[in-house]
């Protein structure tokens, strides 16, 4: 069946411009994680979704940060006013309904680079 | 709060050789432990996951991870290395129990196999 899939695969904005990253998890799938790679950085944590619970924002770096997820499906993931620091792979993942902390199934990314 | 240490940056192993790359990790309870391998240009990808029971876990493509209580640690291990194991390699650990869990990812460690 299809995987996670992300678009767009690369973006490339100039400072200060706001972005919108989607990201369609695979279909039944409850959990959806963004995290963020950095260049010799592991991944971080930025949101989890999971139903219609209230997300887990704790991860996100700043306000310039938010994440929606409409209908329980596809999530957008939006920088507003990007900056430098900004630029990295953003990767979306998704989990089966079931136990809650279970195996990811993650998206290709999409590279984001903030000129 | 939970974390992952991966000691090593990069391992270098010969092909046919057994390799090992390391994890360690830190959480209040009973962990929930897995590896995901990322190779070039492609997004991560599930190998293994350790939740209770038999401390030898079997993965993906050869791979096994013996979970170590005492010594609080998760080690990945093939008997003999192939080329096309080079890839980044991340350990990550959450929190066995009930509801959502947040899952830490350790740094990643290069492993590069040498024909």
């Known amino acids: 069946g299809a995987g996670v899939s992300q678009s767009p695969s690369n973006k490339v904005t100039e400072k200060g411009k706001d972005v919108e990253l989607r990201c369609d998890p695979i279909?039944?799938?409850?959990?959806l994680y963004w995290y963020r790679q950095s260049l010799g950085q592991g991944l971080e944590f930025l949101i989890y979704?999971?139903?219609?619970?209230?997300?887990?924002k704790s991860g996100l770096p700043s306000d310039r940060f938010s994440a929606e997820r409409t209908g329980g499906s596809v999530s957008t993931l939006t920088i507003q006013r990007t900056q430098q620091e900004d630029s990295a792979v953003y990767l979306c993942?998704?989990?089966?309904?079931?136990?809650?902390?279970?195996?990811?199934?993650f998206g290709p990314g999409t590279r984001l680079t903030v000129l | 709060a939970q974390s992952v240490a991966q000691p090593e940056d990069q391992v270098n192993v010969a092909e046919g050789n057994p390799l090992t790359v390391k994890c360690t990790y830190s959480?209040?309870?009973?962990?929930?432990l897995f590896w995901y391998v990322q190779y070039p240009n492609r997004g991560l990808q599930f190998l293994l996951k350790?939740?209770?029971?038999?401390?030898l876990v079997k993965g993906s493509y050869g791979f096994e991870a013996e979970f170590n209580k005492s010594q609080t640690s998760f080690h990945l291990k093939k008997p003999s290395a192939l080329v096309s194991d080079s890839a980044l390699y991340f350990c990550?650990?959450?929190?066995?129990?009930?509801?959502?869990?947040?899952?830490?990812f350790g740094t990643g460690t290069k492993l590069q196999v040498i024909p």
């Open positions: 279909s039944g799938h409850t959990a």
């Open positions: 979704f999971q139903g219609n619970s209230a997300p887990d």
């Open positions: 350790y939740i209770t029971g038999d401390n």
């Open positions: 959480v209040s309870g009973n962990p929930y």
């Open positions: 990550a650990v959450s929190l066995l129990g009930g509801g959502y869990q947040k899952v830490t």
């Open positions: 993942a998704s989990s089966p309904p079931g136990q809650s902390t279970d195996t990811q199934y």
